[in-house]
């Protein structure tokens, strides 16, 4: 070695790497298939995303090569230079995540200040480029002629993120969400790449404002930088593209399992909560269509003049008799709560969170006060573990009422004043220290729906349905997210499916979009084709702005009425394997809903594959997404698939064209799959069912199904069932392979081409036995 000052320490799993030059890096062996990159930068190291200490016993070793030292596992190595570079591979040495070696050329652009203002005072939108002067870093890695990307949360644009450029931070956009928007409500900064075929991640552990460019600027690199920050990152290694993703929620968790109705269809407007009429009148439509429903979303007008944690009583008499009274029906109902406090003396929530300084400061100290619905407004200050805790105990406000969950908007945190964002410098708590809003806001949301989760799951034991605009790594553990205000445009149908793609491969398995668009007017055929497009998507919500043409299932009409009804009829068939997808992914870590390059992404049809996507390994849904078309061309991967409606077989790896009029949704099952079947019913029952029925697609197969009681926590001590149903040589066989949740089916019916034979329950042997075929 020529240099002296080269050279490492390696304590158990930490290898601290020192140069002539700079900071020494830190390489922290956390898994065999995951290494963190560290760079102290002088800021605080706790991390949101990962709770909890992810190190496992690790074999590895470091070896002094001359030229570089190398650290390795049995799934990854690491090679680092004396010029500071570190390049990873996996076992075999394929490389997966080289530093680039060269410099930035940024593109070249004709405008000065004087011309930006120009363009500027038309009004187009001038995006401040990332340039090395305004970052507090930048990462540079090489970039292979084929290297796709995937992940990166619900960004906006397509599928594969090669070419473009993000940014990370939590932005309110009420405007048409485009491919030119560089971010929106959430940020999860994890990327996920193939090189030359080989599949890695990474994992831009920091809240600060970041960027990625994905091979816009340059085909020969891409990069990530920071504003703040310390340099921290984590590789991750895996010998399948499933694999790095289920490393991925490894470290920032997994998206729980949800209770059995939160996968019932839901029904939203801003617009609905001005009065408990209004709300009663459109559950008895869903009754007088006969159109199953699940819950009823709140939005802001149920409060008290916008106060969060109030139910205005001269809209609603008896709030809670209300929440009961549509609890009998069968309805629940989800209040939205904002992350903005009314300035107000006479308001509790207000008294008590300036008596304990709870909300946000500017830096002199004086609580800030910004705009949202109520008016002035201050923040709760959620960095804050004593914030959260407080708010946590007002969520049981609702819990009390009967609500059936939280629903947290403007939590990126939007703000009226100071451009639609808090300022950078307000004072803000990370854990005991003080640090600014430039740190914390990207976690704003996340830390609400924390404090939401854990007030919820204090006050019902069950588990907790909070949903979130706002997100980042992590917060998968605590809260559902939809997409944000999308409109009723057909381009937002399209984007529909790679964002939700999108945040299911970045750990967000429980998602979903606004059916039917937002804003602006939706039209027959595009609420049609999107509920149609939603029915296997795993939040199911249609919900419409204020003064939109209304959209619910009844507004138009009646074909649109029936085709609506045909897909939540359809919905509810498929909870039960839905509900499965979910406990797998718990599991697993991978989404239920998912890109078909994560099951085949040695299959380049894949590669950018926008408006397709699997459920679990078996069903796969080619939604019609443009207007006027009743044909489509759907890739069906390798393997033989299955017509859902006509049982047409076709073989796999290969386009074939459908029809797809009106009334149908393309719909495929992978041959040989068995699938439950649900019984037909208007709401999820929180008694167990007393039958269930499969369906097998093909000749044979196998299939797992589960059962618990669906809304509390005994399922992880051990308090469910587990069936086995296996169809093979034209024998069929049903047993109750584990059984520690009481209930159990009384009969159960398997369905294949020819056969349906019936099995009852015989508890004597606590096993079924099959009564009837025909
Ligand atoms: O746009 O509470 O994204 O779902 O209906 C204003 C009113 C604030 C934004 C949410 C939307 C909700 C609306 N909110």
């Known amino acids: 070695m020529n240099n002296q000052k080269f050279g490492y320490q390696d304590d158990n799993q930490k290898i601290t790497l020192d140069f002539a030059t700079g900071k020494e890096i830190i390489l922290n062996i956390i898994t065999p298939e995951i290494i963190e990159v560290f760079e102290d930068h002088g800021c605080a190291t706790n991390s949101y995303a990962i709770e909890g200490n992810k190190k496992q016993p690790t074999d590895y070793t470091v070896t002094d090569c001359g030229d570089h030292i190398e650290v390795q596992t049995t799934a990854l190595i690491g090679k680092v230079y004396p010029d500071r570079k570190i390049d990873f591979y996996d076992a075999q040495n394929h490389p997966l995540v080289l530093d680039y070696r060269g410099e930035r050329q940024m593109l070249p652009t004709d405008m000065d200040d004087e011309h930006r203002n120009t363009v500027m005072s038309e009004g187009h939108a001038v995006h401040a480029k990332a340039t090395p002067d305004n970052v507090n870093f930048e990462i540079l890695k090489s970039l292979a002629k084929d290297e796709v990307f995937y992940g990166l949360g619900g960004k906006t644009g397509f599928l594969n993120k090669r070419g473009y450029e993000y940014d990370n931070w939590n932005t309110d956009v009420p405007v048409l969400h485009n491919d030119s928007q560089t971010h929106l409500y959430k940020s999860i900064p994890v990327v996920y790449g193939m090189k030359n075929g080989y599949p890695y991640g990474l994992f831009f552990d920091d809240t600060y404002k970041s960027h990625f460019d994905l091979g816009k600027e340059s085909d020969n690199y891409y990069f990530y930088s920071a504003v703040g920050g310390n340099v921290d990152y984590y590789v991750l290694g895996g010998q399948t593209l499933q694999a790095v993703v289920a490393n991925y929620t490894y470290l920032t968790g997994r998206t729980p399992l949800p209770q059995k109705w939160m996968l019932g269809y839901q029904q939203s407007r801003w617009g609905y909560s001005i009065s408990d009429t209004r709300v009663e009148d459109i559950a008895d439509k869903f009754a007088e269509y006969d159109l199953p429903l699940d819950v009823i979303h709140l939005d802001i007008d149920y409060m008290r003049g916008y106060r969060d944690f109030t139910w205005d009583t001269t809209k609603f008499t008896d709030p809670e008799a209300f929440v009961q009274k549509m609890r009998e029906r069968g309805i629940r109902l989800m209040p939205i709560l904002d992350a903005g406090v009314k300035v107000d003396d006479k308001y509790d929530i207000y008294k008590e969170g300036m008596a304990k300084g709870y909300f946000v400061t500017n830096p002199d100290g004086s609580v800030y006060i910004g705009s949202v619905w109520p008016g002035d407004s201050v923040f709760p200050d959620f960095g804050n573990p004593d914030v959260r805790a407080w708010w946590a105990k007002h969520i049981k406000f609702f819990a009390d009422m009967g609500a059936c969950g939280i629903w947290n908007d403007m939590d990126e945190p939007a703000n009226f004043r100071a451009k639609g964002q808090l300022p950078d410098d307000l004072v803000f708590h990370n854990g005991q220290e003080k640090t600014t809003h430039a740190k914390m806001h990207n976690v704003f949301g996340h830390l609400q729906s924390q404090a939401a989760y854990e007030g919820m799951k204090a006050a019902t034991q069950q588990r907790p349905y909070i949903i979130s605009r706002a997100a980042y790594a992590g917060t998968q553990k605590y809260s559902t997210v939809w997409t944000g205000d999308n409109a009723a445009v057909w381009s937002h149908l399209q984007l529909a499916i790679p964002q939700l793609n999108g945040l299911g491969m970045s750990g967000f398995a429980f998602a979903g979009t606004d059916i039917g668009g937002f804003q602006e007017d939706t039209t027959p055929e595009l609420l049609t084709r999107w509920v149609e497009a939603s029915v296997l998507v795993p939040l199911m919500r249609n919900h419409s702005i204020l003064g939109s043409r209304y959209q619910e299932p009844w507004s138009f009409d009646q074909q649109t009425l029936d085709i609506y009804r045909k897909y939540l009829n359809l919905r509810y068939r498929l909870i039960p394997y839905l509900y499965d997808q979910f406990h797998q992914a718990e599991t697993s870590g991978l989404p239920v ?45 390798a393997g033989e698939w299955v017509d859902f409606w006509n049982n047409t077989e076709y073989a796999g790896q290969r386009y074939v064209m459908v029809d797809a009029p009106l009334d149908t949704l393309p719909l495929f099952v992978r041959k040989d799959t068995i699938i439950p079947w649900g019984n037909k019913v208007m709401h999820v029952s929180d008694e167990p069912e007393k039958m269930m029925t499969f369906k097998v697609y093909g000749n044979q197969g196998t299939y797992c199904h589960y059962q618990d009681n669906g809304q509390d926590f005994k399922y992880q001590q051990g308090e469910f069932n587990e069936y086995v149903i296996n169809v093979a040589n034209d024998q069929i066989e049903v047993r109750l392979q584990k059984h520690d949740f009481k209930p159990v089916y009384q009969h159960i019916v398997v369905e294949t081409a020819t056969k349906h034979a019936k099995f009852t329950f015989d508890s004597e042997s606590d096993q079924y036995r099959q009564v009837e075929t025909n």
Do not use: F, H
């Open 593 to 637: 809903m998912r890109p078909l390059v994560l099951n085949y992404p040695q299959d380049r049809e894949t590669w950018n594959l926008n408006d397709q996507y699997l459920v679990g390994d078996n069903i796969l849904v080619a939604p019609i997404v443009n207007q006027g078309a009743t044909k489509r061309m759907v890739y069906l991967p």
